[in-house]
């Protein structure tokens, strides 16, 4: 049985910037995730992805629209939005001056992993990711690499149901993120709904089970990927990104 | 609220602070040692400066001394390290070009000092006009100044004795009066007014400078390291998240001035009351610094007020800014209009009135000078609390308003609070 561990209606953002006045950066948005898969939200740069995600994440207000997350409001419910939820992006950065098992710990007990049980949490954590020799290190001390996985493991140490990945592999050579997307599928095989951003064709291929292209702000199509190249009779998944952009610019 | 949540982000704010080198300089190192060390440094300077010109052999020259006055060569030979050379009094009409060439050799330092005796034809036997010329602009021949003054003195007041007894008046009779002063203030008088001159000053320079950085660094830094984000999507209310970060940067406010005031304390004791006691001849020996008990909660409690104050309105004022120069471009002018009355008013005479314990910090500026001198006005006591209380809660009601608006909270507002106020306050419709 798949029930939807976050479903978006309306959603839309907008903002009033000094240079181009209103921005209307998400419009209307509409999708659901179901429980235990990889969705994909799949868009150029600027397309909307990450003010849609942090939406979702209560870190921005929606203009209109709603979403929930378990059956949360992100307005209403922020807390209960955040406790149920794991948000990883590249503007996540770590506290430099803490320790990874310091970091840990904190995003454990703020997120309310039960206390008696944080230490355990936090000594898998360590050793899931490989930290043990650098658990004790300042994170400013650590490669990017490290401070990547450190960046996962806090996302999951509360061991949140849904888990939210904007452009996680932007700025990471390619056995980081091989590493990452690796990691990602070990979480859904673990039963965690994973919402998955990004704008490498490639990277949407192997890892979701569900794209959504979004483009100016609206979601074009969402479908797997044989059910996108049956409606475009593509085959690759940058020809069906392209076929529904250019859709879009000709139909103005 | 949740204090659970907010004791786990404060206690992970102020480690992460201890960690951060401008934070233990600023917040704890430069508080608790700038003072003993500075004293330290003047102490030592003094002493040996002073060390020096007692060691200066003074080269005086004495011209015209009458026989009357013999005895001043006897006093200088007992106050030592005076080298003195006597010469008859200038010839008639060569005064003149006698004193020139003094100065020529006052100023060349071939001498340091010079008494020249002009008889004068009134008055009893050694009645006579003194001049002592020495140069002002150098160490050595101020010395040979006072060594010389010391023993004219001396000399002068024995010959008035001596020409009084030939004229048949005993002891101090010709005096007319005799001036006795007595100084009524204690040495812990003393001692306490001087530092309660000195310590409330200080004390707000050290609490502001310690609110700075991590007021600064809690909010701008965040943005600039990209842990805003990271922050703000932990499972709290915003409030708890602000309410951690404003009490760590309020207690390294505070424990920067109780630091300061601790170190002043025993800085004044270890090195200004010896330095007191060995340069004063006699009058600064009398400092003790000693800090009444009473003055100790008014202490602690003016810390915390302060703290919570200065803190409270940096936070509001760095919360615009989204880096770290940024921040410290907007903090910086709260920082001097904080400073600027507390030096402005820094005047021994101002008195503690009521009007004046309602303006914040300078209110805690006077009250902690009165109960260092170990005088508790309560209703002052009374008002300053209120008056800062409500300032407190003004600058959180603010703070509260600022970071409801998503645009401060993501770092996305372009300008100032100034800018955010008047934006607030114009009328609606009018953003375009």
Same mark, same amino acid.
Not at chain 1, 171 to 184: E, M, R, T
Not at chain 1, 196 to 212: P, Q
């Given at each position: 049985m798949s029930t939807n561990q976050v479903e978006v209606h309306g959603l839309s953002k907008s903002f009033f910037d000094q240079a181009r006045g209103e921005v209307n950066a998400v419009r209307e948005v509409d999708f659901e995730c179901r429980s235990g898969e990889i969705f994909g939200l799949l868009g150029a740069n600027g397309a909307g992805k990450t003010t849609t995600l942090r939406m979702i994440s209560t870190v921005l207000q929606p203009s209109s629209g709603t979403a929930r997350v378990l059956g949360h409001d992100v307005v209403r419910e922020p807390v209960e939005v955040r406790r149920n939820l794991g948000f990883y992006s590249a503007s996540t950065a770590l506290y430099p001056r803490l320790t990874a098992r310091e970091t840990l710990t904190l995003f454990a007990r703020v997120n309310k992993y039960p206390a008696e049980r944080t230490r355990d949490r936090v000594e898998e954590m360590i050793e899931r990711f490989g930290l043990g020799e650098y658990a004790g290190a300042r994170i400013e001390k650590l490669s990017t690499g490290m401070k990547q996985k450190v960046s996962i493991a806090r996302t999951v140490v509360h061991d949140p149901p849904v888990l939210i990945f904007d452009e996680p592999?932007?700025?990471? @050579?390619?056995?980081? %993120?091989? @590493?990452?997307?690796?990691? $990602?599928?070990?979480?859904? @095989?673990?039963?965690?709904? $994973?919402?998955?951003?990004?704008? $490498?064709?490639?990277? %949407?291929? #192997?890892?979701? @089970? #569900? $794209? %959504?292209i979004i483009d100016k702000g609206r979601i074009r199509a969402c479908d797997g990927l044989e059910g996108l190249r049956a409606a475009t009779s593509q085959h690759y998944l940058e020809d069906i990104f392209v076929h529904y952009v250019t859709a879009d610019d000709t139909t103005g | 609220m949740d204090w659970t949540t907010i004791r786990l982000l404060y206690l992970s704010e102020l480690r992460s602070a201890l960690r951060e080198r401008s934070v233990l300089i600023n917040g704890i190192l430069i508080p608790l040692l700038m003072y003993p060390l500075m004293m330290w440094v003047m102490f030592s300077a003094i002493l040996f400066v002073t060390a020096r010109t007692e060691s200066f052999a003074s080269r005086v020259e004495i011209a015209g001394l009458p026989a009357e006055h013999r005895g001043l060569l006897e006093r200088l030979e007992e106050e030592g390290r005076v080298e003195v050379t006597e010469v008859d009094a200038p010839a008639a009409g060569t005064a003149a070009a006698y004193r020139a060439g003094i100065e020529e050799r006052l100023r060349a330092s071939e001498l340091d000092a010079a008494l020249i005796f002009e008889a004068t034809a009134d008055g009893p036997p050694g009645n006579a006009a003194v001049s002592l010329l020495s140069d002002g602009s150098s160490d050595q021949s101020q010395t040979a100044r006072g060594r010389l003054e010391r023993a004219l003195s001396a000399e002068r007041s024995d010959w008035l004795d001596r020409i009084a007894e030939q004229h048949g008046l005993e002891g101090g009779e010709w005096q007319v009066f005799d001036v006795e002063s007595d100084n009524l203030a204690t040495g812990v008088e003393m001692g306490q007014f001087l530092m309660g001159m000195m310590i409330p000053l200080f004390f707000v320079i050290m609490i502001a400078n310690g609110c700075l950085y991590p007021a600064i660094d809690s909010t701008a830094g965040e943005r600039e390291r990209n842990t805003w984000e990271t922050t703000s999507t932990l499972a709290t209310r915003r409030i708890h998240i602000v309410a951690a970060k404003y009490l760590y940067v309020a207690t390294m406010g505070t424990v920067a001035g109780a630091l300061n005031a601790a170190a002043m304390v025993v800085s004044f004791r270890s090195f200004l009351g010896p330095l007191l006691a060995r340069l004063g001849d006699g009058d600064g020996s009398g400092f003790a610094f000693e800090l009444p008990l009473r003055s100790l909660p008014v202490l602690l409690l003016t810390a915390v007020l302060l703290g919570a104050l200065i803190g409270a309105a940096m936070m509001i004022l760095a919360a615009f800014a989204r880096t770290f120069k940024e921040g410290q471009s907007m903090v910086t002018p709260l920082y001097l209009l904080v400073i600027f009355p507390v030096v402005v008013l820094n005047d021994p005479s101002l008195e503690f009135t009521p009007p004046l314990a309602a303006i914040p910090v300078v209110n805690v500026v006077l009250l902690l000078r009165q109960a260092i001198a170990g005088n508790l006005l309560w209703l002052q006591l009374g008002i300053t609390l209120l008056s800062n209380a409500a300032a407190i809660v003004g600058c959180l009601w603010l703070a509260s308003r600022v970071l409801r608006v998503e645009e401060v909270a993501t770092g996305s507002f372009e300008g100032n609070l100034f800018q955010f106020l008047r934006r607030q306050l114009r009328p609606a419709g009018g953003k375009a």
């Open positions: 592999t932007v700025g990471l @050579d390619v056995l980081n %993120a091989l @590493d990452l997307q690796k990691g $990602i599928q070990e979480l859904r @095989d673990e039963g965690k709904t $994973i919402l998955f951003s990004t704008h $490498i064709m490639s990277e %949407a291929e #192997r890892l979701c @089970d #569900r $794209i %959504a | -």
